[in-house]
């Protein structure tokens, strides 16, 4: 599975940390029409493998659909079994990408410094997630580009709003991650539609200049 194919249109994976079974079809309705193509569902929310069944039900064939916040090598078939092919995660251990990789996922794990890079990128990763943002500015995220085999994908990850992005897009950021400014728990879809909706537009505005 191509990561790249769901990089369009918008390269933007939603963090649905929280997220209920019960809200997922509302939820993840609105943020496919709004571009949507890359959807996570944290395995510290409420019975995460039944959203993840949930959404790979209905949306498997047109967006890619996984677990965040995998960090024990043991939940990465549990997450497969239960339909997912993305495995999201807050740290490097090369021990969780290697699984995922020996079962046929996406992974994407999170680093912060050029070492957990490199460990990640030959562990077989898929792309990076610089993580967490805030405490990572666009000028590390250029010094990387630098040293960082020219394929790599990188997502900035933690804070990043719509009125953010623009500095990691010029510094090499190929997409993001946003979890609380798009969706937090007991969100109703239409709130959830608007806060799609401004990262969409500011998405446009940024690669429209």
Not at 3 to 28: D, F, H, K, M, N
Not at 89 to 101: F, I, N, Q
Not at 144 to 171: H, S
């Amino acid at each position: 599975m191509d990561l790249r194919q769901y990089l369009s249109p918008l390269p933007l994976i939603a963090v649905l940390r929280g997220i209920t079974p019960e809200e997922v079809p509302a939820i993840a309705g609105v943020l496919f029409d709004e571009g949507f193509r890359v959807l996570e569902v944290p395995l510290n929310s409420p019975r995460p493998f039944e959203s993840i069944r949930l959404l790979a039900r209905e949306f498997r064939e047109r967006c890619l659909i996984g677990a965040g916040t995998v960090i024990a090598s043991s939940d990465v078939a549990r997450v497969r079994d239960s339909g997912g092919a993305l495995i999201v995660m807050p740290h490097g251990d090369t021990a969780v990408v290697r699984e995922a990789k020996r079962l046929g996922l996406v992974c994407i794990p999170g680093v912060a410094t050029p070492t957990e890079a490199f460990a990640a990128i030959a562990a077989g990763a898929d792309a990076l997630k610089m993580f967490p943002a805030e405490a990572l500015p666009p000028g590390a995220l250029k010094a990387w580009r630098a040293v960082l085999p020219g394929e790599t994908l990188l997502f900035a990850v933690g804070g990043i709003k719509p009125d953010n992005m623009a500095p990691y897009w010029a510094a090499g950021a190929n997409g993001f991650g946003t979890g609380s400014n798009l969706y937090v728990p007991g969100a109703d879809a239409a709130k959830v539609r608007a806060a799609a909706a401004a990262y969409a537009a500011g998405f446009r505005a940024l690669t429209s200049r």
